[in-house]
């Protein structure tokens, strides 16, 4: 029988992805199955149609005309086509991401090296980088595995310029961001389910945090705040700096990555609320004016009712 998975992935496919998808299912490079081909173009055409659930023996004779009907073959065929959606949408992925492109294009060099080529495109992108204004999770991570690559180069060719305190410097601040994100997530969900979580290296690290001048990465802040909000009902102190970074690191940070913080510090604020502070009523829609003016409420363009 036909795989329904295939057409409901398709379903999810807007018309650039669906271009793209074409694309690559007919490129010798990633399939080199006529049969593939096939299926692809009717199930396509049949999504078009409106018919979600064309029979297996219609799809059999659109892939393989006057045979007769196999199941074990129609199966695999299916098989083969879901394997290849799975390589689009992991290529997709890795080419939005255009950080991890420019990761494997340095070890590319390094593998081969190509220590000159290495030097040229590591400056390129140290400027590109110094230029956006992001200063996200992903910024620090790409920083970070930037000079693992960096390291390994300079380590093979035995110079004293080895990086190593940049490399560590990287390593601790995409460490300690990833970590404060994800106690942000534990808390959040430990409000929901009421279970505990062993958080590990959490609290020695907000004392590192607290005796160094780390609190300067926005990242870092923003996400040691929105932890510190979240522990705490009645923490204001860490409440007014999460607002304050909110405000003033919009371009730093993807809309999608604020809106989260822009909840807790909402929440924050429902809480005073319900406890007869109406003073948070100004905090709160300050904050909505501040995030609608950042589409970080938006939902393809679209501001739900709720």
């Given amino acids: 029988m036909t795989d329904s998975r295939i057409i409901q992935i398709l379903k999810t496919l807007d018309k650039k992805e669906l271009k793209l998808l074409d694309k690559f299912v007919r490129s010798p490079i990633y399939n080199q199955h006529s049969d593939v081909i096939a299926l692809f173009d009717f199930l396509k055409n049949q999504l078009k149609k409106g018919n979600e659930s064309p ?27 879901t ?12 080419q939005e991401e255009e950080s991890h492109s420019n990761l494997y294009l340095l070890r590319a060099y390094r593998r081969r090296r190509q220590d000159r080529h290495f030097e040229r495109v590591f400056s390129k992108q140290e400027k590109e980088q110094s230029k ?12 970070y595995r930037r000079y693992v690559e960096k390291v390994l180069v300079d380590s093979g060719r035995r110079s004293s310029q080895i990086p190593l305190q940049e490399l560590s410097d990287a390593q601790d601040i995409s ?10 997530t534990i808390v959040s969900h430990q409000a929901v ?12 690290l907000l004392k590192h945090i607290e005796n160094s001048d780390l609190i300067e990465i926005p990242a870092i802040a923003i996400y040691y705040y929105s932890f510190k909000a979240l522990s705490s009902a009645n923490n204001t102190e860490a409440f007014q700096k999460l607002k304050k970074l909110l405000t003033q690191n919009q371009a730093a940070f993807t809309p999608t990555e604020l809106r989260d913080q822009y909840v807790i510090a909402n929440n924050f604020c429902i809480r005073q609320i319900n406890e007869g502070k109406r003073e948070y009523y100004r905090e709160a829609f300050e904050l909505y004016k501040s995030g609608l003016d950042a589409e970080v409420f938006l939902n393809n363009g679209i501001l739900s009712r709720w």
């Fill in 55 to 81: 029979s297996a023996e219609a799809t059999f004779r659109a892939i393989f005309r006057k045979e007769k009907y196999q199941a074990q073959k129609l199966h695999y065929v299916n098989s083969y086509l």
């Fill in 83 to 94: 394997k290849l959606l799975e390589k689009f949408f992991s290529w997709y992925e890795w």
């Fill in 132 to 143: 956006e204004p992001l200063r996200n999770r992903a910024y620090h991570l790409a920083k």
């Fill in 175 to 184: 460490f300690i961001i990833e970590k404060l994100y994800n106690a942000c």
């Fill in 193 to 204: 389910v009421k279970k505990e979580y062993d958080t590990g290296l959490l609290m020695p």
